[in-house]
């Protein structure tokens, strides 16, 4: 079985929260906790509640144990991007790309 829990639109690059996740994924949910607890990346703050969420999802729905729960699965994929004009020399304007992701996270049980 798996839990699963996404977060949608969040105002960070996909870029930056690639590398978050890749120091989380096949670790267990509790050391996941506590990488994301002590690293310092913007991307922490979005997925330590997301990964509390799909605990809390795991746990309620599918009656599943948190102590035996590992992040399976975790991935970001690219959302809306929103464009703003910055002024430029000469009366110019140049374009600002503002991304945003949405983030999956996925956990699991092991094997026993």
């Given at each position: 079985?798996?839990?699963?829990?996404?977060?949608?639109?969040?105002?960070?690059?996909?870029?930056?929260?690639?590398?978050?996740?890749?120091?989380?994924?096949?670790?267990?949910?509790e050391?996941?906790?506590?990488?994301?607890k002590?690293?310092?990346?913007?991307a922490?703050?979005?997925?330590?509640?997301?990964?509390?969420?799909?605990v809390?999802n795991?746990?309620n729905?599918?009656?599943?144990n948190?102590?035996?729960?590992?992040?399976?699965?975790?991935?970001?994929?690219p959302?809306?991007?929103?464009?703003?004009?910055?002024?430029?020399p000469?009366?110019?304007?140049?374009?600002?790309?503002?991304?945003?992701?949405h983030?999956t996270?996925?956990?699991k049980?092991?094997e026993?």
């Amino acid at each position: 079985m798996e839990a699963k829990a996404h977060l949608r639109h969040v105002r960070i690059s996909p870029r930056k929260v690639s590398i978050v996740l890749d120091l989380i994924r096949n670790e267990s949910a509790e050391l996941a906790r506590s990488i994301l607890k002590y690293t310092d990346k913007a991307a922490c703050k979005y997925l330590l509640p997301l990964l509390a969420s799909a605990v809390a999802n795991a746990q309620n729905n599918k009656n599943m144990n948190p102590e035996d729960l590992y992040v399976a699965e975790c991935f970001v994929c690219p959302g809306k991007t929103l464009k703003r004009m910055r002024p430029g020399p000469k009366g110019r304007s140049f374009r600002i790309l503002k991304r945003t992701s949405h983030i999956t996270v996925v956990l699991k049980e092991k094997e026993s």
